[in-house]
């Protein structure tokens, strides 16, 4: 508490505890301000469980992201017998088996330069480099006579071309390195020496020639830029790491784990978000951890609107609910995935639980997109119910402090009218006591 008088306990003439007057009468007047305190600091923190319910909820709407396409819900994994052949499968392969050798791995082109002396002296070069990377247009690079290696290799680096120039020491001399910055036959670098003789074409200084992966998958061939092989085998990548003599198997198989993985996941997020609304809103057997939000409508409706998600019918064959591919909720709303049940599902009729999860490519949607629009209704930026309800609340706290700092300043004011009036009580008190003891002394 401010005030611009303090009487450090007992009055001068009094002998009252003046302070203690002040403080009792101030504590009186502040019970309405600490009234409005309570609220803004209840408020704070129901913000802030919003805010808790809101990253659940993302979670969830993650979560259900990650299973709303074909290629998400339906799990394939991809095995290779030899590590020079790396597989890996994505939701829109299919099962199958492949013999594949790896005849050439691909590579970009390096080229090196003749020996030069010093790599701090002028080289004494004078004419131009003229540079390309396979089919594109050239680009000169100008060298004069007192460049050294750090000032060529400077200008080629800052041409923007696709390829970096670097040095190499033998141990007596250096070399200027071309290296491309991109495998496969058309990024080869093209060198022209006009009035140079750095002898980067000459037979000995090419090191690698610019060229692409090859492999033969069932005596089938494939060339590829990248030894990252996509497309040959739909929705399966083989990453090349080595040539081989013999052919590799590559198989593709159905992998169930791989989506109950990514069910469980959506099933911890759903059930996250459900036990925080309950334990902040209060259940039938249980308070309401956060009062403010009390059996509040808004955290009501998500539960509402996402149980609604998971009833959703889709389809008409064997596998179209939740329930038929062992995801179902209990009496307490509590979801939970039932691992057998889903194996059986996925192993009769993929199709129909692909179809269940993601929808109709191009047609309806999956109980995973609705999921997912569920979410959206209450987590919008600026217009999302609960950030709707967040702003109410944000609003009324910027109401009661402005309240509240009105108050403050009030009851400091009187605070510091009541200090004063007591040291006047106590000035007056003294000037009698004074006169007292005089006229005593004159009697």
Known sequence: MSGTISLNGLGIGSGLDTEGIVTAL????????????????????????????STLLGKLKAASDALDTA???????????NTAIVASAAGNALPGKYSIKVNK?????????????????????????????????????????????????????????????SSFYDGKDYRIQLRGL???????????????????????????????????????????????????????????????????????DNDPDALKTKLSTMVDAYNGVVNKIKTLTGTVGAAASDPNLAGDFTLRS???????????????????????????????????????????????DSSS??????????GSGGVMGAMSSAVDLFTRTGTGLIAGRTD???SRNKTLQKRIDSEDARINRYADQLRKQFTN????????????TYLAKLG
């Open 392 to 394: 109410a609340l944000t």
């Open 302 to 348: 998500v539960i509402n609107q996402l149980s609604g998600a998971l009833h959703q019918v889709n389809g008409t064959g064997t596998y179209n609910t939740l329930a038929s591919i062992g995801l179902t909720l209990d009496k307490t709303g509590k979801l939970s995935l039932d691992s057998d049940k889903l194996n059986k599902a996925v192993a009769a």
């Open 182 to 252: 991109d495998s496969g036959a058309a990024n080869n670098i093209n060198i022209t020496e006009l009035g140079t003789t750095f002898g980067f074409n000459a037979t000995d200084n090419v090191a690698q020639q610019a060229q692409d992966a090859e492999i033969e998958i069932d005596k089938f061939t494939v060339k590829s830029a990248t030894n990252q092989v996509t497309g040959a085998i739909r929705g399966v990548t083989l990453a090349l790491t080595a040539t081989t003599t013999d052919a590799v198997t590559v198989g593709v």
């Open 353 to 362: 639980v692909t179809k269940l999860l993601a929808g109709v490519s191009g």
């Open 105 to 165: 791995l691909a590579q970009e082109q390096r080229n090196y330069s003749n020996t030069i002396s010093s790599a701090t002296a002028a080289m004494g070069q004078s004419g131009t480099l003229r540079l390309a990377i396979g089919s594109g247009t050239a680009t000169d690079i100008s060298v004069s006579a007192t460049d050294t290696i750090d000032d060529v290799m400077g200008k080629i680096n800052a041409s923007g071309l696709r390829l970096t120039a």
């Open 425 to 436: 009580m106590d000035t007056q008190v003294a000037g009698s006591n004074s006169l007292s």
């Open 26 to 53: 101030v504590n009186v007047e502040k019970a309405g301000e600490n009234a409005m305190q309570s609220k803004l600091t209840a408020n704070t923190s129901s913000i802030s469980n919003l805010s808790s319910v």
């Open 71 to 81: 290629s998400e819900v339906g799990s394939y994994k991809a095995t290779s017998s």
